[in-house]
């Protein structure tokens, strides 16, 4: 690989990730529209400063503002909130930070992350993977877009139970050779 594919290698694996393992297994039937579509903007953020982290996602808020033509971002933290307890702390704080910016109802946060673990839920339970992914990431989404996706599918109430029913019929260990699989990529 060459210095520039290295620099890139995340948005890669995470390509990677979305291909195989959330279109692949619909764990999110409205992604491969819009990985298809290229309406997802792929953000390295290599700094490990909360505050810096935190920057970067309202400079992302701001980039949405601007370009209808993009619909979604994953901000990909590649040097920050390997620990999973730090990633929840600064979830809280972006949530805290989109409020208080004025994005409430405007932009929503999903949350993925390597070791991601639902509260009550085992470390090992396989409908983790429903939310783990290949580094820490912060999904930004239109809100407008949700409610939009959400009018033409039937029963979206039901894909968290589906999900959770298809993790766990595969396993957490083919789910996490999936997941590694990802950073196979060239």
């Keep these: 690989m060459n210095t520039s594919s290295i620099d890139q290698l995340p948005i890669l694996v995470t390509k990677a990730w979305l291909k ?8 999110c039937p409205f992604a491969k529209r819009e990985f298809e579509s290229g309406t997802i903007a792929y953000i390295i953020v290599a700094n490990e400063n909360i505050e810096d982290c935190l920057l970067s996602l309202i400079d992302q ?9 993009i619909q979604t971002v994953l901000l990909i933290y590649t040097a920050a909130f390997a620990d999973f307890e730090d990633y929840l702390e600064f979830l809280e704080y972006a949530e805290t930070l989109l409020l208080d910016q004025g994005y409430g109802g405007v932009y929503q946060l999903a949350s993925f992350h390597p070791d991601y673990c639902f509260e009550g839920v085992a470390l090992n339970d396989a409908s983790n993977f429903t939310n783990r992914s290949p580094y820490p990431m912060l999904h930004v989404l239109r809100e407008s877009s949700i409610e939009q996706a959400l009018i033409s599918y039937p029963h979206p109430e039901k894909i968290p139970q589906r999900n959770i029913e298809l993790t766990r019929k595969m396993g957490a260990d083919k789910l996490q050779t999936l997941l590694e699989k990802c950073f196979s990529v060239n």
């Design 20 to 27: 195989s393992v959330v279109i692949e297994l619909n764990l």
């Design 61 to 69: 808020c701001h980039y949405l503002e601007a370009d209808d033509n």
